[in-house]
């Protein structure tokens, strides 16, 4: 009874018809890509777990992540009884469909925040020594002087403020604001990507402070260059003059604690700042200089509240960028900038590498390659080369430009109203009208126009040449990826040559 008034509240009524009226309605009918898996039934990933062909790539990635919670399980000091049902439960949560679909391939930021609250159980006999000197050398080698110490010079509230606001508050809420708008408006599977990029960024990051330990410039302040041991507590830096304006402890008893007191090569804070950055930067192009000054303000506020030199900003630039790089052209999706959010989307594709080589290919500047098969344990293929068994290697465009608003108006505002929920504007008929001084309109065989793009002098495989391009209504859900089989609604191949028109994607 309380239930169903609250569903029909405008408290939720009005929240959902907002999100069917600029979300949903963008969604193909009978496309079930962009949906996501509510299955609560463990025996279908133990079915899959065992059906699955593992691959030396997927070893290698699953064993590194399995080997560092396996570490941090041994190291950590708790009790075994208490250990044991916190891993049970971990499993449970990647072994139900439903949990599993985000878990899975947020394993890497799993890994990263187990190793880094357990550093500080490491014994320090394990660690190496720690530098004080090497970081403002290279410091003032590189920039001529030690900027942290310039900006940190002149301080007063304004400024203190002004840093503590992206360095405080911000750094930790725009990863989740970051992976809302992947989630909402990126192709279908462009949050592992994320997921992925993310946590091989901070646990790299977390690897090298480890075994590379450098003191930050709140040490050099206080203590001069005196060796570090890792009995000595940490400093809140200027942030200490915040919990002063505020008037109760916020950072200095968390940052006096922490289980990483000297990793300040590389910022972890400027890693995410920019790998938060080059999302929003493939995601939404047309506001770059928007994402830039935001990462531009945490390296000034880094400096400024003395935790971080200006090499260690670049380094942690350096390493977001490096995996980014990687994560691009190896697990992200392509994006279509006709397409509005992730249910616009009724097919997914990736960058084929092999194909942006001019010499090797003739054809356009940037190709994709579109997913058509997987046997991939607990997760459709997309973002993972190891967990992918086939391919299709043919150059597919979507010719269909759709309109969300002739969509929107076929689409009711509630959901009492659901004749035909999710149908769009998207299909187009494809066969030419017959024209009324001329004869009824043959059907053209497409099969033979298939194979008929001009040969290239550096290929060697006929197949390997075709220009195809596709125009089709996937109906090949996650869950199909999963099962390895997919199938598709009717779709219409045409010759890609210079006789016909070009493609506006």
């Known amino acids: 009874m309380v239930t169903s008034y609250l569903l029909r509240s405008n408290l939720v009524q009005k929240p959902y018809q907002y999100f069917h009226y600029y979300y949903l309605s ?3 009918p009978g496309c079930p890509l962009s949906d996501l898996n509510f299955e609560t039934d463990i025996k279908v990933s133990i ?4 059906n699955h062909d593992w691959t030396w790539r997927e070893i290698l990635h699953y064993g590194y ?3 560092v919670i396996f570490f941090v399980f041994v190291i950590f000091p708790a009790p075994i009884l208490l250990k044991i049902p916190v891993l049970s439960l971990f499993c449970i949560f990647f072994l139900i469909p439903l949990t599993s679909q985000f878990f899975v391939h947020a394993l890497p930021i799993f890994a990263w925040l187990a190793l880094f609250f357990s550093t500080g159980k490491i014994p320090s006999s394990w660690k190496p020594p720690i530098s004080v000197k090497s970081l403002p050398a290279m410091e003032t080698v590189l920039y001529g002087d030690n900027l942290s110490n310039v900006l940190a010079t002149f301080d007063n509230v304004f400024l203190d403020i002004m840093a503590w606001i992206p360095y405080g508050i911000l750094h930790f809420s725009a990863p989740f604001v970051v992976a809302l708008f992947i989630f909402l408006f990126a192709p279908p599977t462009s949050l592992r990507s994320f997921g992925f990029a993310f946590g091989y960024m901070n646990l790299t990051g977390l690897m090298i402070q480890i075994l590379f330990p450098a003191a930050p410039p709140w040490y050099k302040n206080l203590h001069g260059l005196e060796p570090a041991d890792y009995t000595m507590y940490g ?32 910022s972890l804070h400027s890693g995410c700042a920019v790998m938060d950055v080059l999302f929003l930067c493939w995601l939404f192009p047309r506001y770059s200089f928007v994402w830039w000054g935001w990462a531009t303000w945490l390296w000034w506020s880094t400096m400024y509240l003395t935790h971080h030199y200006f090499i ?42 092999r194909y942006l080589d001019p010499l090797s290919y003739d ?26 068994s086939n391919f299709n290697n043919t150059f597919q465009m979507s010719a269909i430009s759709r309109s969300r608003q002739s ?25 030419p009208e017959a024209d009324e001084n001329m004869g009824p309109t043959e059907e053209v065989d497409t099969s033979s126009l298939e194979n008929s793009s001009p040969p290239s002098v550096f290929d060697g495989d006929a197949d390997e040449r ?26 219409s191949h045409y010759k890609n040559t210079k006789s016909q028109v070009p493609f506006n994607r």
């Open 26 to 28: 963008e969604k193909q």
């Open 407 to 431: 969509s929107r108006a076929a689409v009711p505002l509630s959901p009492q109203n659901n004749g035909n929920v999710g149908h769009s504007s998207s299909s187009v008929d494809l066969v």
């Open 235 to 266: 400093s809140p830096g200027g942030l200490g003059r915040i919990d002063a304006i505020l008037g109760f402890d916020m950072y200095t008893s968390a940052f006096s604690n922490s289980p990483v007191v000297f990793g300040a090569f590389p």
């Open 466 to 491: 075709n220009h195809m391009v596709s125009s089709t209504a996937s109906s090949t859900s996650l869950d199909d990826f999963d099962n390895g089989t997919t199938t598709s609604g009717a779709s």
């Open 65 to 67: 992540l399995s080997s």
């Open 47 to 50: 079915e899959k777990f065992k």
């Open 363 to 388: 054809g356009e500047a940037r190709l994709s390659t579109r997913e058509e098969n997987t046997n991939s344990f607990l997760a459709p293929r997309g973002n993972y080369p190891y967990l992918q």
């Open 312 to 353: 260690d900003l670049i380094g942690g630039a350096v390493l977001s960028v490096c995996v980014f790089i990687y994560t691009k052209y190896v697990h992200l999706p392509v994006r279509d900038p006709t397409k509005f959010c992730r249910w616009s989307y009724t097919e997914v594709e990736k960058i084929n590498i």
